[in-house]
């Protein structure tokens, strides 16, 4: 691909090199290929099931640790609300439905229902009275719904999820954001210091933090600890190149009949690799924003978190006692049997064809770099219908099997038994995460060296009217860590409560719990 001077001065700006232009317009023309899935995990075969009665050990062996870790919550929270209120945008164009309807016969259990009413009385308009009379004529819904959604009132309609007023309490609802804080003083809680780190858009970035700094001391007396909360946005290095539809660089309107500049857009959440990478800490608890629930049943959420935790503690001690057996002047056989059965009984990793007819020396370099890797466990929800990746046994390019949070994109769904054990997945991802970023001397990873690249994504889009395609990096907990030692864990359906619409607000789990 040849480019203007302009364009390479363009290319250096934003951060990447030629080369990187150069293999993302290469996916661009041939793709990414199909993952090769070979089962789906369930429990028993891939996932963890851990009984009832078992839960106060891990929950003991977390604390215990808890104290000697460096503990950080990392939520990405730079989404819009933007396709949580698809349907109310739609109604302001005149395409109403039963969601609105259920959004204006329940306008009162909002926890931003004040707000909206301070709003609109500014402006003289009474939205009590209205909601008492309840008729809603067309020309009223429009009204309440430019104050929710348009820069006329709250701006829900383009503000972050994190910032918008989620739950109800006595002493005043709550964001997302303040949720995050209480949820995060019951876990990542390392002797009284809670590490939370959000990542967020530019645009965004200063009403996160006066939002902190109105409230942060409240929680740190109300709560007993202090918290350390940092912010980082997704890096421009990190967009990737527009194409249009027959894969030459798309670019902006011209100007003044020059070429236009090449269009980068953010690359998905993918690209937030390098915000967990410039993280310094032992554990990292991952969740999105949105996957909060008020005070009354976060207690499974905490117990859980802790359980997830432990077990990643139990892993790494695994995995540090057979470096240093694998590591030591003799290896005995009977170590390379003990790493073979701790990769396929805890770590689910099954060597490549042929592997017992390798030698003694390549067995050694084989589980010496498969032990040496970040550790993650998966909280794994029962699979109610939602959409999103799911855990399966997969072929990685080493010729190995393990454990890999799927999406449906990254399978040949035209192939009949790819389609098969697509449609036995008995779990799927709710994106929650603790995440082990050191080895056992203490040294971090480097993160992006084990994604990988093959796992992008090819979207449609369109800007000013055309056609484009654009591309995402490999997701955060798909290909983004797919070179990790993964466990998956089952974890109640009540620990995965994102709020994806409006109307998931009104759900009994988003609403106060009536004495």
Known sequence: ????EQDQDQILLQGVSLDQIDQQINYFVHGFPYLNVIKAATIGDGIIRIAEDQLPAYIHRFDAAAHE???VKFVPASGAATRMFKSLFAALDGKS???VD????RLTDFAFYDDLKAAMAAKGLDLDKAVAENDWQPSLRKTVLQFLLTEEGLEYGTLPKGLLKFHRYVDGPRTPVEEHLVEGASYANSDGLVKIHFTVSPEHRSRFEQLIDEQKADYEAWLGVTFDITFSEQKKSTDTISVNMDNSPFRNSDRDGQP??????PAGHGALIE????IQADIVFIKNIDNVVPDEIKETTVTYKK??????LDAQQQIARLQSLLDSSEVSDGYLAEADELFRRTLFTLPPEGFENLSKAEKLDYFRRKLDRPVRACGMVKNVGEPGGGPFWARNQDGSVSLQVVESAQIDLTDPKQKAIFDEATHFNPVDLVCGLKDHNGRKY????????QTGFITAKSKDGKDLKAQELPGLWNGAMANWNTIFVEVPIITFNPVKTVNDLLRKEHQPIED
Request: glycine content about 2%; hydrophobic content about 45%.
């Open 1 to 4: 691909m040849t480019f203007t």
């Open 69 to 71: 870790r460096d503990l």
């Open 97 to 99: 439905d039963k969601s």
């Open 102 to 105: 259920e959004v204006f016969a």
């Open 260 to 265: 236009g500049t090449l269009l980068f857009r």
């Open 275 to 278: 915000n967990l990478n410039d």
């Open 307 to 312: 359980v997830l935790a432990a077990v990643l």
């Open 446 to 453: 480097d993160l992006p060296a084990y994604r990988d690249p």
